[in-house]
């Protein structure tokens, strides 16, 4: 067993994982928090997308160990019903929630990249969703949706 | 299963001596094989947290990139906008957003797979590798280095690339099923000599094609030293076209990608000359 | 008339639970002492089982129970017709289930699941739908039909020598489509459990809950009031989540063990065990007369059942149903074919088997006007669908038939295409 400290969702968490644990399965398992979820298991639906020190990564590709001493953010940690982030408003006035699976991962890949670039265009934004897949839409209303956070964070 | 997280490149090659140990660069390879049971590391040596490894910098004529250099630092780097524009284009296009973040240009080495997006551009380009291993410090040329079986000996760190500064011009393209997340059903990344509208020494490099990304010496013999025109350019097509032909054989998918290389090539040339093949 | 429900804009109450990732997936439910359930399938196309041998299996530290088809009291279940088993001992498809493991951790299920050895006769299997029909093959389900045929409609309406006679082109082409996965993002997952009142409890996400509820009664031997299928969020389905998946399964686990069982399948899993969209053949002869009006059309669709009939009968009746496209031809005649074979077996997907065939009339539609020398726009609206047009089927369509209009907003695109 390896100790690991890092900080999940603005919270200090120390932990014992093996060495061979997945952060997915640490996030799902251990710590209880299923908003991220999985897919595919390889790296190809980010489903599992989570955000480490300020870059999405799929989380069922990485080794909890890896971790060590990052900042990690999950869906839980973004927004709640008396203050939703622009991103979570803007996903459900838009419409762009179907059967749900991938949204949160939509939602981080969205809420870091106007972390980044609050005014991005919509190239920017189909490339930062590009990891993302849904089976259910078009894309079509989840662009929307981006484009539509970005504006109301420009008032 | 042993875990080390060394903080330095000494570090990290003294665990490499005492255990037989597996390199973990950024896991998008690793932590699916080790999942699907296709490998069982008796140790991981996590070269994450040594910061030395992930610097891109350029010092006297070499453009040098760390081994733990993620695709998405290479794809927002100016430097490599500015020196190597073929693996700049790579890093666009490898993967997704999430396995940009994760992915190192070491750890596509390492891994070596045949459709490595990041390897024929610094084939071209005529890329140098510093390894480090119990023998010592090691640097030698890509195209050596890929020729070679194992690929690495058990213990040997890919300490970094240098990209030699020659000015060349370079370009990539590669064809996937849609645009993001595809693995590259074939690549071709080119560089070139360019002095008006005179090619210099040519190197083409092209990825999924065979086992391993590879220079084509063929090419560069037919396509050095020539005027820069549309009559290179259909040449070039002529020539790759047959150089993939006889790469492939009968294998499935060749009259395909026999086909498909020729817009390939033609891309990957669009990136860095414009149409009627002035400089850019 | 105003009313304050149709035609206003609302917002979908469950979008707020799943922007907080909140939403309970089947595979976020979880209770204390559950097992994990992991399913030993079929590497094979075609073979029985002559032995399947658990004691490695079960010898290894955490593995509760190993069960196989002579655990099972009925073992059968489906939409159409139960010939599908809950554990094979027939294989007729590669990732037909054998054995199901029970253990006390994931992981140890899936080692385990690696020591299930299963001894198999292999049996030569058929993959072209085609030679399945041939009636010298074997029948995969001699008692459902003597051949592989498991379905056959004809369609005629009007004379077809007196249709070609009026016909001054005809095209006569053929076309296949592929097998096409649901891929819905989220792979089948559940929790089975057996109650304080006794009863079995599946939590799990299906498109079909009362009917999972009836075929884990039957397959179990339950009384349907002792079973309850509580329908979490739905991943994603597209028809994928009509049949039986996991279901059965978990709750014989369950009811073996009186432990709840967890089962999720991997992606690969998830591939190997659900239903596809059905693959077609079809041959396409299409007439028309100069004046570019459709004349007579033949049509011999087969659909690839694969190795279970789940949802063929009804998918490829949709196919000749559709087979004209929405244009009206006054002599037709159409056979469509659902046929068993070795494939994964075909269900369900959106569209139910009118998707399929718009690849080959809308392309006979080109073909023909190229042959004519109109444009693909004018030959649709020469022959499109409208009020009081008659189908191939007989039916009269007597409203809302606005093909017209489609075609008046899609012109400007058409056009577009041409000049480029």
Redo the contacts between chains.
């Keep these: 067993m390896i100790e690991i400290k890092f900080v999940l969702n603005n919270k200090p968490c120390a932990l014992n994982v093996e060495a061979n644990e997945r952060l997915l399965d640490v996030l799902r398992n251990r710590l209880g928090l299923m908003g991220t979820k999985e897919g595919c298991g390889e790296g190809e639906c980010g489903a599992c997308t989570v955000i480490i020190d300020g870059k999405t990564v799929n989380s069922c590709l990485v080794l909890a160990p890896q971790v060590d001493g990052c900042q990690i953010t999950t869906i839980e940690g973004v927004g709640n019903r008396q203050s939703p982030h622009p991103v979570q408003k803007a996903f459900v006035q838009v419409g762009a929630v179907q059967c749900g699976f991938c949204t949160p991962g939509m939602v981080l890949s969205a809420k870091n990249l106007l972390d980044k670039n609050p005014q991005p265009n919509d190239k920017e934004i189909g490339v930062a969703m590009s990891g993302n897949l849904c089976r259910c839409t078009g894309y079509d209303k989840i662009l929307r949706a981006v484009k539509l956070a970005a504006e109301e964070g420009k008032g | 299963m042993n875990y080390f997280q060394p903080q330095t490149v000494g570090q990290a090659v003294n665990i490499a001596q005492t255990f037989e140990a597996t390199f973990l660069a950024g896991g998008t390879d690793l932590v699916l094989h080790m999942q699907t049971g296709k490998i069982h590391p008796n140790a991981i040596i996590d070269l994450g947290k040594i910061s030395e490894l992930k610097e891109i910098k350029e010092t006297d004529g070499y453009l040098e990139i760390g081994s733990m250099a993620t695709f998405a630092e290479l794809g927002q780097s100016e430097l490599v906008f500015q020196k190597a524009l073929a693996l700049w284009l790579a890093c666009q296009t490898m993967g997704s957003p999430q396995i940009r973040n994760q992915a190192t240009l070491g750890g596509n080495l390492g891994n070596c797979s045949p459709a490595a997006d990041g390897l024929p551009p610094l084939l071209a380009l005529g890329a140098e590798v510093r390894l480090i291993s119990r023998e010592g410090d090691e640097v030698v040329s890509l195209e050596t280095l890929l020729s070679r079986t194992p690929l690495l000996s058990q213990g040997t760190l890919i300490r970094e690339f240098r990209i030699p500064l020659k000015g060349l011009q370079s370009g990539f393209a590669k064809l996937g099923r849609r645009k993001a997340l595809a693995i590259a059903r074939l690549s071709v990344a080119i560089a070139i000599e360019l002095e008006d509208n005179r090619v210099g020494k040519v190197r083409v490099a092209l990825g999924a094609v065979g086992k391993r990304a590879y220079l084509s010496e063929i090419l560069a013999r037919e396509l050095s030293d020539q005027e820069l025109n549309e009559v290179w350019i259909e040449k070039g097509i002529e020539g790759v076209q047959r150089v993939v032909r006889e790469a492939l054989g009968a294998r499935a998918s060749a009259p395909y990608k026999r086909e498909a290389v020729s817009g390939v090539f033609r891309e990957a040339l669009g990136t860095f000359i414009p149409e009627g093949g002035t400089k850019v | 008339m105003n009313t304050t429900v149709v035609g206003s804009r609302v917002?979908?109450e469950?979008?707020?639970?799943?922007?907080?990732?909140?939403?309970?997936?089947p595979?976020?439910v979880n209770l204390p002492d559950q097992i994990y359930g992991v399913v030993v399938r079929s590497p094979y196309p075609h073979a029985r089982v002559r032995e399947i041998s658990i004691t490695q299996a079960m010898e290894m530290p955490g593995v509760v129970a190993v069960l196989s088809a002579k655990d099972v009291p009925h073992n059968s279940h489906g939409v159409l017709f139960r010939d599908q088993p809950v554990l094979a001992d027939y294989i007729r498809m590669v990732g037909d289930p054998v054995a199901v493991v029970g253990a006390e951790t994931l992981e140890i299920a899936r080692a385990a699941a690696k020591l299930v050895q299963v001894d198999y006769e292999l049996m030569p299997a058929v993959f072209d739908p085609e030679e399945a029909m041939l009636p010298e093959v074997l029948p995969l389900h001699p008692e459902l039909c003597p051949t592989n045929i498991l379905y056959h409609m004809p369609i005629r309406r009007g004379a077809m020598d007196k249709g070609w006679a009026l016909a001054d082109v005809v095209i006569e082409q053929d076309y296949r489509t592929q097998h096409i996965d649901?891929?819905?993002?989220?792979?089948e997952a559940l929790l089975a459990y057996v109650d304080e009142r006794g009863h079995m409890v599946v939590q799990t996400a299906t498109q079909y809950a009362h009917y999972d509820r009836g075929e884990i009664a039957h397959a179990l031997g339950l009384r349907f009031s002792q079973v309850q299928v509580k329908t979490l969020?739905?991943?994603?389905?597209?028809g994928g989540r009509e049949d039986i998946s996991l279901q059965i399964i978990a709750a014989l686990m369950a009811l073996k063990t009186l432990r709840p069982v967890k089962m999720e399948n991997?992606?690969e899993e998830s591939f190997y065990s659900h239903s596809k969209r059905h693959p077609m053949r079809m041959h396409y002869k299409t007439g028309a007369s100069k004046d570019g009006k459709l004349v007579a059309m033949e049509a011999k669709i087969i659909g690839d059942a694969g190795a279970y009939a789940s949802w063929s009968i009804n998918v490829l009746r949709k196919s000749a149903v559709h087979a004209t496209g929405p244009y009206e031809i006054p002599n037709v005649s159409i056979d469509s074919y659902a046929v068993f074979t070795n494939n994964p077996f075909s269900g369900a997907m959106r569209g139910f088997g009118a998707a399929q065939t718009v690849l080959a009339y809308e392309s006979q539609m080109d073909l023909l006007a190229k042959e004519l020398k109109i444009s693909p726009l004018e030959i649709r609206l020469r022959n499109h669908f409208r009020v009081g047009s008659t189908t191939a089927t007989g039916q009269v369509l007597t409203s809302s038939v606005p093909l017209d209009q489609c075609l008046a907003k899609i012109a400007p695109y058409l056009q577009k295409g041409e000049d480029t």
Excluded: M, N
């Excluded at chain 3, 469950?14 to 997936?25: R, S």
């Excluded at chain 3, 649901?182 to 792979?187: D, G, T, V």
């Excluded at chain 3, 969020?233 to 597209?238: H, K, N, P």
């Design positions: 917002l979908r469950d979008a707020w639970g799943k922007v907080f990732g909140q939403t309970k997936f595979a976020d649901h891929a819905f993002l989220q792979p969020a739905v991943g994603g389905a597209f991997t992606r």
